[in-house]
């Protein structure tokens, strides 16, 4: 969420995923202690994006509002945009990311924009500190190993409960907008990651219909994903991919 003001001195507006105005400075709110110990904003220093604000253009797949100076208008993304972080959100929800012992595991993720990144953050809800190895890595959404981070001893994948980082063994590239799918394996099911809570997804747990089975704790360079199953609530591990 990001805020600015309208030229109005002392006027604030808020808004979701929309650009302040270029030519309005940035004017601090008067804060006012709360009834029940905690801040107010005065009434009169908010203002929120009314429809007035929005242009009637409809906007096309892969574009945001900007502002054009006196409405918000739909703007395409300059050609070659990549993420470099990218993390999926909900409340943290323990044993949703769940292993089991040479099989593979799926969890369907929609990107908004193509992703690079070399590592990947997860926190375990419960640990296997020991030389069980498991591997996590993301599949595309034919089945195709995009990248992961290879057969990965318990003490160094799931020491704890304590977020966990670790490099891809090579680049994590996802080179378009869409589905990909979390993949989990190891040879124990002793650790877990911890999820995102309920959600609608397409694949939550599911198995692959060819390339299940594994060996070394480590993920096959391609499977067949199941035809979807969509259900709510769902579950997916809770990630961060980034640099």
């Given at each position: 969420?990001?805020?600015?003001?309208?030229?109005?001195?002392?006027?604030?507006?808020?808004?979701?995923?929309?650009?302040?105005?270029?030519?309005d400075p940035i004017t601090a709110p008067v804060i006012n202690a709360g009834s029940a110990g905690?801040?107010?904003?005065?009434?009169?220093?908010?203002?929120?994006?009314?429809?007035?604000?929005?242009?009637?253009?409809?906007?096309?797949?892969?574009?945001?509002?900007?502002?054009?100076?006196?409405?918000?208008?739909?703007?395409?993304?300059?050609?070659g945009t990549t993420l470099s972080e990218w993390s999926d959100d909900g409340v943290r929800t323990?044993?949703?990311?769940?292993?089991?012992?040479?099989?593979?595991?799926?969890?369907?993720?929609?990107?908004?924009?193509?992703?690079?990144?070399?590592?990947?953050?997860?926190?375990?809800?419960?640990?296997?500190?020991?030389?069980?190895?498991?591997?996590?890595?993301?599949?595309?959404?034919?089945?195709?190993?995009?990248?992961?981070?290879?057969?990965?001893?318990?003490?160094?994948?799931?020491?704890?409960?304590?977020?966990?980082?670790?490099?891809?063994?090579?680049?994590?590239?996802?080179?378009?907008?869409?589905?990909?799918?979390?993949?989990?394996?190891?040879?124990?099911?002793?650790?877990?990651?911890?999820?995102?809570?309920?959600?609608?997804?397409?694949?939550?747990?599911?198995?692959?219909?060819?390339?299940?089975?594994?060996?070394?704790?480590?993920?096959?360079?391609?499977?067949?994903?199941?035809a979807d199953n969509w259900a709510c609530p769902n579950g997916v591990p809770q990630i961060a991919?980034?640099?």
């Amino acid at each position: 969420m990001s805020a600015g003001s309208t030229s109005a001195a002392n006027e604030q507006v808020a808004w979701i995923g929309f650009k302040p105005q270029p030519t309005d400075p940035i004017t601090a709110p008067v804060i006012n202690a709360g009834s029940a110990g905690g801040l107010q904003v005065a009434g009169s220093q908010i203002r929120t994006t009314t429809l007035a604000d929005v242009s009637s253009t409809a906007p096309t797949a892969g574009q945001v509002p900007e502002w054009n100076g006196s409405v918000y208008v739909p703007t395409t993304l300059p050609t070659g945009t990549t993420l470099s972080e990218w993390s999926d959100d909900g409340v943290r929800t323990a044993g949703q990311g769940t292993v089991v012992a040479n099989a593979t595991r799926l969890w369907s993720i929609e990107i908004p924009l193509p992703v690079s990144a070399a590592k990947i953050t997860y926190t375990p809800s419960t640990a296997d500190n020991t030389s069980d190895l498991y591997d996590i890595g993301v599949y595309s959404s034919t089945g195709t190993l995009l990248c992961h981070t290879g057969a990965t001893a318990g003490t160094s994948f799931a020491p704890s409960v304590n977020a966990v980082t670790l490099s891809f063994t090579s680049a994590c590239s996802l080179p378009a907008p869409g589905r990909y799918l979390i993949a989990l394996t190891g040879n124990a099911a002793t650790a877990i990651l911890n999820g995102t809570g309920s959600r609608c997804i397409a694949q939550s747990n599911t198995t692959p219909s060819s390339g299940n089975t594994t060996s070394g704790g480590a993920l096959n360079t391609s499977i067949t994903p199941p035809a979807d199953n969509w259900a709510c609530p769902n579950g997916v591990p809770q990630i961060a991919l980034h640099n």
